[in-house]
Each structure stands twice: as C-alpha cells, then as structure tokens.
C-alpha cells in the first residue's frame, strides 16, 4: 500500500484522462512477455504517427546499461518516434551479449513498426546482471505491436513498475496563445531512486511544436526541481531515464509568452511524479517533504535537504512515529553545507521544535500525536541567506527491508 | 545477538586482560546513575595516577554536542589526567543550559579527583535535545570517584555503550627495545557510524612515554585506517571521538627503531575495535569487509567501498543471503571512483562473480550457499590501477529498523 498522495493544485492547466497517451498523435501497448515471474505486464511500447521531436537526461552511474548509451547516442540527433521498454530484467552487466540483446530488441520493434531503426529507442529495468530471455521478447514485442491503441496509456504505466505498487501518470491540457497542446506523463520508480542529473522512468509526450535543443533546456530544467529531489534509499540505478517526445500533432508553436506557462506546467507535473515515486518508496508509510530556507545557497539547502531525505536515522524515527528531531539536525551538520547550529530553527508539521537553536518544550501529547499524520513536512531553517531546496523522501520501514532482502530469490 | 567476531592474528604483541585499565597507572570506575531508562550502567570515569600526554580525533559534524568543544580544548595543550563520560543522553543540541551543564559535569568530576579542571576531559553519548539529569549526575559522579579501580576497565567498557550489545575492549603488551609497555583500549559503537576524520568513541590508555605532539600523529593515522573504514548506516554523530592518554608509567621510551611496531600494534588494535563495531551493528546479522583493489587511487578504492558499505540495497540484499551483485556493482558506478565497467571483477567469498566485465555463472546451490557464513568478504578490482581500501560494514536487517524506530520513545 502506498501512501495516499493527492495531486497539488494548479492553475496553468486542466486534469485530463490518458496518460502518456493523452497528447494526439501518440499510442501505446503492453503485453505479459513472462520476463517478471509474477506473470505481470512487462514489456511496453509507446509510438508516434510521426517522428518527434526528443529530449532525455540520463543516469550519471558509471555502470550503466547497454540501452543507456543506446538510447542517449540515438537521442543526440533530436528525433525519435517509438519507445519499447521491458520491465522485471535491466539487462545491465550483461557483457557483450546484453548490448547485441539491446540492439536486437529495438531492430524486432522497428521492423514490426514499420520504422528505421534509429528511430526505435530502448528502456529496460529491474535486476541487474542477468540475461534477458531473448526468446520470450522476440514473440512478444510483435504481440504488442499489434495491440497498440491511444486508450493504452495506462497499460504502459503499469507494464513499467517493478516494485511499484501503484501505477504513476498524470496528463493536462494547456491552453496557449496560438491553440491548445496537451501533454502526458508515465513514471516508474519506487526504490533504488537517487538521481544524480537523472531518475528513474519517466517518459513524457506532448502534441505541441517544440524544437529539440529547446525541449532538451526545458527537460534538464524540470528533472532539477522534480526528480534530482526525491530519494528513497540513496542508491542510484544503472538505468535510469526521464525522455520527452513532442510530435507536433496539435499544430500548436508555443509563442514567446507562452513559455512561462509551458515550463510551470512541465514542472509541475515533474513535480507531482516525483512525488508519487516517494510516496510509494518501497515499504513506505510516510510521504515526507524537506523544506530547507535560509541557506547560504540553493546549493548548501538542497546538500542539507539531500542529507536530511537519505539519512536511515531520520527515516526510521519517522516510521516510529518518534519525534527525535535530534537526527535531523545532526544529518544537516554533517551534510556539507553550511550550518551553525545556534542560528538552526526546526518545525515539524507546522509545530516549532527549535527556535534559534534553542529546543522548545513539547508536551508528551504532542510527542505522540506530532508524526501520527501519513504526511510529514519538515522545515528546517539555516537562519544564513535566502538559499532554498525541497525535497521529497518516505519513512524506512520493516516493508523496505523485506522487499529489497526477498528481491531476487 | 552481535555476529560472531574474532580477534584477526598478530604476532608483534601479546594479548592481556584489563581492557582500558591494563595499562600502569591506570584505573576506572562505572555507576548507574539512572539516566539509562534500562538501569543500567551510564556513567564512566578513567583516571591515570599522573597527567598523560593526550590525543584526540573528533566529529567533524557541524552540529555538535559541548562536551566535544571543551575536551578539544583542554586536549590542545597536550595534556590530561582523566575523563568523565556519560551514556544514555548525549548533552547535544541542549542550548546554554547544555554547555553550562557539560562543564559543571568536569568541575564535578575534578573537585572528586582532586585535580584541576583543565585535567579533566568530558564525553557524552545517547539521545540528542534532552537535557542531562543533572541532580542524578550530581551525586553520581562522586559515588563512581569513590570507587575508582585498576580492575574496573570491563566496567568502563560496558558503561559507555548505547545500544550496542557487547563491551568492546581489548589490551595488549608490547616489547621494545627498552622494555615492555602496555596498551588497552574501550569502545563503543553500533549504529550512527560513519565517521569523517573522526568516530564514535574509542579511548586508549598507554603506560608508554610517548610527547603529545607524535601521540596526536600517530592516532590520526591509525583513525584513518580504522574508525574512518567502518559504517553502519552512513550517519555520523554529534559527539564522536577518539582520545588516547600515555602516562608514561612505564618508564619506557620508545626509540626510533620501535615505532613501527608500536603503530603497526595501535593500527591492529584500533582496526579491531572497529571490526568489533561492524560486527555489533544495530540488527546486524553479518560483518561484511570490503577490499577494493586495483583503483586508480587509494582515494578511489576507500570511496568505492564505503560507496558499497553504505548502500542500503547492498546491505538488504545481503540480510536476505540474496547475491544480488550488480547492486554492489552499482554502487561502486556511482561512487565517484574511477570505474570502467568491462575492467571491474568481483569475488564474494572466494567466489568469482564476474571476470573483466563478464558475469560467471552460479549454479542454484551456490546462489543458495554463498552468503549463508556470517562472515562476508566482497572483493572488488577496478582493474585500473594499484589504489587500494578496506572497509568494514554489517547488512541492513528487521531489528535495524525496530531498533531505530523505538530508540527514542
């Protein structure tokens, strides 16, 4: 069970159905290949009726899968038209074989899509060191071609989870100056999230007319306010990807002034991904918000939120329930950033714990009741500058250690 | 239960009883003050019969308790004659009141020793942003003054532990040219451990005539390739330290040519203590060494391994007994550490899991078999070059969780 997580408000933009298939012009599918064991959705494709425009931002982990580099080198020349991405296997540390393996499963894509190859680009994740079962993907990615509808959206965004419990997609309508774009949304990612200049999944798609080298700024924007600020465990995979298509299909240019509403509404949208990933944190009972001011620099408060987010002393209080705001202090000393304890103001769920770094009495009522809630926010004021960060994590919970020690076998 | 933990083999010294007091001139005493919520013991003094040059490392955490200012401090002269240390509450994040009552607890301590309170050092370990029990301390120390003893190192050992489950202590007696000296040593350490330049807390006693100046070189070495090699959860705390004292009781003076076997001898010894400290991990069910070799630097080796060490998928797989290696592969990739991936090989306990790049296949019986020791020895060459590091950690399991959700309350 994931903890509930509700959308936040926004105004730019209109809620609609569909996710990663809401913009025109996109479909998608998904089959049972039989690579998870559970028997599950694993394997995805997502199509455009033509070439689109395309961005991504890629895992920094020097160990990395083959479909990375395959993916990244076929991006470089900003024009994709089809994603196919299998889910339970990240066919990484696989040797010479899993980058022939990678090759050959955007070839079978591109030949049952119709497309040249170098338009096909590739997505795997789930356990490393293992070869895929070639056998099984050569039947299957033709049985899911066939299958492709623009109702598949959400089909997609279930046959990517691997210990995601919850599928994670979002999708809005935009109105601009020249007309009206839409733009769709599919994540996955739940533990092992740590993203440095990457995240896990998250492919997005959009109708509207973007140049390449534009959509690769506006991504690189988003992915630094969304997904490089969320951790669950502050492991980084060796697969990770955000990629965006914008196809063109509304006929929509955004306008100079529409760039403001293009970019909150892209960001949020990160943003509420980014979320719902911390939110269904492996084992998670708590969705947390780290919200440090008053930091000498945006750096220094995103070190101390980073810090704050990955420390296994803060995450287990928190699934206690104990209010050991202690912890929380000390991960922002030892953090990097700047601190000086005297100047430090702490509140948790709007309760001020430490004013100027001097701790206020809490009742033992207050004790009990302060973490009782499934959200937690915590702000954390440095009493240095103007320098700001959130930062999104989950509790650390018994659930986190059985899923991650019972993963494999 | 801690894991099973044996002293490593060393020729150069003899092993002794005595613990932090088997040094000349040494004694010791533990009470139970009261601020354990256990009963147990929470209060600990180490006094020497003449002043001792002294040595400390400490936290470098920015949040930090008094007691590590004002030992730090007295300690910069050079020298000491006696510590006071208390468990059960770590005098951390207290405002002023917490600093005033940090040096009433020395001038307490000094006032019962008949000393004066510069001579007089003061450590503190436990919950952060709780005021100490001053009344209990206040007639607690002289109680633990009045009872001082050669014989009562295992006390000491056993009063300044928190959640650790094990006294760690050791001693030993060394020839030199000159004669024989004694060294012994207590610590205690099992979760919030991850010290930069510095650790939990270790104290080591010598009857050794060694001058303050070479007695702070020779520990920040052996810090470094001890204490700064062990984790638990990759937290580091607000009131580590290491101090050493040599009282000189021993009337013998190293010459040039004993030093090697003197550091090698604090090297081990310190090493040990370490080891100890990973092996009585909070929840801990394996000590685990990680050796990386063949880094292109010592630098990158010790960043890789404890990059390792502190991944909690490494660590949750490894509770789980699930060789679930490209997590450790991973982790290495993200480290920072120069890493080519086709260059990295890897052995868990003796068995080669992947040669230059290339996964070796496991049968089902080994995958069952090669984590069932509670020892686990993960090697790792980079292949790059001659940098190399040890490190010690334990796995991530259950009762680090129950353990860390239920400190506080």
Redesign the interface.
Known sequence: MPVPFSIEPFERARLIAGSVTAAQGFSAAAWCCGIKASGREDLALLVSDRPCSAAGVFT?????AACVDITRERLSGGVCQALVCNSGN?N?????QGWQDALEICAIAARELGLPEELVCGASTG???QRLPMDLLRTGIPEAAGRLSEAAGPDFARAIMTTDTVPKEIACELDLSRGTVRIGMAAKGS??IQP?LATMFCFATTDAVIPAGQLQELLREAVEQSFNCVTV??????NDMVLVFANGASGVEPSPEDWPALRETLFWMCRQMAMAIAADGEGATKLVEIRVTGARTDGDAKLAARTIA????VK??L?????????I??????SGA????EK?SLSINGRQI?RS???QVLSGEE?QSLLEPARVDIELNLGLGSGQARFWTCD???D???I??????
């Open positions: 920094t982990n020097r160990v990395r990240a990484c540390y696989t040797g010479e356990v490393i060191g533990g092992m440095d465990d502050g492991d980084s995979s060796t990955n420390s296994p002393l287990t209080a699934f206690g329930r104990d209010p050991n705001w202690g912890r202090l000390a991960a922002a000393g030892r700047a601190v000086e304890q430090m430490v770094g001097e701790p004790r650390l919970s018994y986190y250690v059985r991650n020690a019972e993963y494999h076998t």
